[in-house]
């Protein structure tokens, strides 16, 4: 038997973890002497806590963990680290992508000296939005639930044999912007008017092109909504996207590129 602070040095956590993960019932002790309280640990539990310890690496929670160690069905347990794999992935690239706009940024402020130079570099100009033939999919939606939504559009496209024109976008309804929970229609643009849900007619916008990750959309629509305000104009209507370089094309993000539209009338 190994005393708690054998076990600690050992297996490398503290103590006072060690207490937390008996008190939550996630590695108790093989005996607790019941006149000093000190806690005693077997040998055979050293792989436990290095179990423990390799799935927060993996970046387990320990209630998560927690339900791992009660798993009997090896498919399952399988299927939840391959799971984690998969966010750990995402999470690698998400990172990948901050690391270059930082980058960028850095060597944008050494060119200029101006620490907001990426925020003055869009464009901003009034046009029509395009003619658009889509079908629709309008629900209270969170950024992340996207790709379900628009996997449902382009499940649609081959049943009602319509043929999407790679043209893609998303509008936006809510006064307010909620990553979690916002009025959002997307759409996919389709060849064939008399099949669409709607047509989307044109609007006179203004518009700018945003180039690089959707994470830095703000900036975009920033510019934008500073421009209708200091030139004279006010909103008309809700705001959308239009995808025209995307991952999907095979384009890195730094090549990505969004149209974004407002639409707008003279006050």
């Known amino acids: 038997m190994l005393q708690i602070g054998e076990f600690s040095q050992i297996c490398q956590v503290s103590v006072k973890t060690l207490r937390h993960y008996d008190k939550i019932g996630l590695l108790v002790p093989a005996e607790v002497d019941r006149f000093t309280g000190y806690r005693y640990y077997q040998t055979e539990q050293i792989d436990r806590m290095n179990y423990i310890q390799r799935l927060k690496r993996y970046g387990f929670s320990l209630e998560e963990i ?13 299927s939840a680290l391959r799971l984690q794999k998969e966010i750990l992935r995402q999470k690698q690239q998400e990172t990948a992508i901050i690391l270059n706009e930082l980058q960028t940024h850095i060597s944008v402020f050494e060119r200029t000296g101006d620490i907001m130079t990426y925020q ?22 969170g950024v992340d639930e996207f790709s379900k939504y628009y996997g449902a559009l382009f499940e649609r496209a081959p049943k009602e044999q319509v043929t999407p024109t790679g043209l893609n976008g998303a509008r936006y ?31 006179e916008c203004a518009m700018t092109v945003h180039h690089g990750s959707y994470s830095t959309l703000s900036e975009g629509y920033g510019a934008v909504v500073s421009w209708i305000i200091e030139n004279g104009y006010e909103m008309a209507g809700a705001p959308f996207e239009l995808y025209i370089k995307t991952q999907f094309d095979s384009y890195s993000p730094e090549d990505w590129e969004t149209e974004i539209y407002f639409p707008v009338r003279k006050k």
């Open 120 to 141: 003055k570099s869009y464009v901003i100009e009034v046009k029509n939005s395009p003619v658009m033939n889509v079908l629709t999919n309008r629900a209270v939606m």
């Open 66 to 78: 927690q339900e791992l160690l009660a798993l009997s069905d090896d498919k399952m347990l399988l």
């Open 173 to 203: 309804y809510d006064q307010e912007f909620n990553q979690e929970s916002s009025d959002v229609e997307l759409f996919i643009g389709i060849k064939e008017k008399d099949r669409a849900d709607t047509v989307l007619e044109p609007v």
